[in-house]
């Protein structure tokens, strides 16, 4: 019996490559190739009894991307399994497709043995991400984790909240009726704190904590 996979990826070279990988073997037969998540999408709402077994997407493309494909195959039938193959390395783009049920995400600069195994892997009911994805994702809640146990006073948040407006030293000790050497101090001192490199990472932190609008 072969498994009915459907490939979507907006790179002919690439999806001609992958084509030429999996007609390689015996155990798939390709249902449908497609340049973006909208024809797949259209596809599932025509062929609604359709045998699918796999479905294998990148991320950016056209009209919809994979993140919005998977969420859309997950909602309408949880049985099909999907990969994303993909050079994006986002932590946030990772978290978004772990939550919405991926089976899969390998970088598109695996090795061709690598893509077999993590589709025999998610094919035989299990998930499979490559090392380098686990990697990103265990860095990523990690790194939030340690932000959220991270207390702030709230002269601390005034201040990171005026950074991340883009307020000048000078700008945040005149609001705040402080001079700006503290100003300077507290802008060192939540650096340090935060365990982030400079401003961008203050204002990073600053939206992440939602202590301003983006």
Same mark, same amino acid.
């Not at 973006?36 to 294998?56: F, R, S």
């Not at 494909?69 to 994303?84: A, G, H, P, Y």
């Not at 883009?166 to 802008?187: G, N, V, W």
């Given at each position: 019996?072969?498994?009915? @996979?459907?490939?979507a990826d907006d790179h002919k070279m690439f999806l001609d490559g992958l084509l030429s990988i999996l007609n390689s073997e015996n155990d798939y037969n390709i249902l449908l190739t497609a340049?973006? !998540? ?6 599932? &709402? ?5 045998? $699918?077994?796999?479905? *294998?997407?990148? $991320? ?5 991307? !994979? ?7 997950? +909602? ?26 991926v089976d899969g995400y390998v970088p598109k600069n695996a090795e061709k043995e690598e893509l077999l195994k993590a589709i025999q892997t998610i094919l035989g009911g299990e998930k499979y991400?490559? %090392? ?15 932000? &959220? ?5 709230? %002269? &601390?948040?005034?201040? *990171?909240?005026? $950074? ?7 700008? $945040? #000790? ?9 100003? +300077? ?14 401003? #961008?990472? @203050?204002?990073?932190? #600053? ?8």
């Amino acid at each position: 019996m072969k498994y009915n @996979l459907i490939i979507a990826d907006d790179h002919k070279m690439f999806l001609d490559g992958l084509l030429s990988i999996l007609n390689s073997e015996n155990d798939y037969n390709i249902l449908l190739t497609a340049k973006n !998540g909208k024809h797949i999408a259209k596809y599932l &709402e025509i062929n609604p009894d359709e045998k $699918i077994d796999l479905i *294998i997407t990148d $991320i950016t493309m056209p009209e919809m991307d !994979g993140i919005a494909l998977n969420k859309i195959v997950k +909602e309408r039938n949880s049985k099909i399994k999907t990969l994303v193959v993909s050079m994006h390395n986002n932590p946030e783009m990772i978290d978004n497709l772990i939550e919405h049920d991926v089976d899969g995400y390998v970088p598109k600069n695996a090795e061709k043995e690598e893509l077999l195994k993590a589709i025999q892997t998610i094919l035989g009911g299990e998930k499979y991400f490559s %090392r380098e994805i686990k990697d990103i994702y265990m860095e990523n809640k990690f790194s939030k984790k340690k932000n &959220e146990e991270v207390k702030l006073t709230q %002269r &601390e948040i005034d201040v *990171i909240t005026l $950074i991340a407006q883009e307020f000048t030293t000078q700008e $945040i #000790a005149d609001k705040l009726f402080l001079s700006k050497h503290t100003i +300077e101090s507290y802008r060192k001192n939540l650096i340090a704190k935060l365990n982030v490199r400079n401003l #961008a990472g @203050l204002t990073k932190y #600053a939206i992440k904590m939602n202590y301003i609008e983006h």
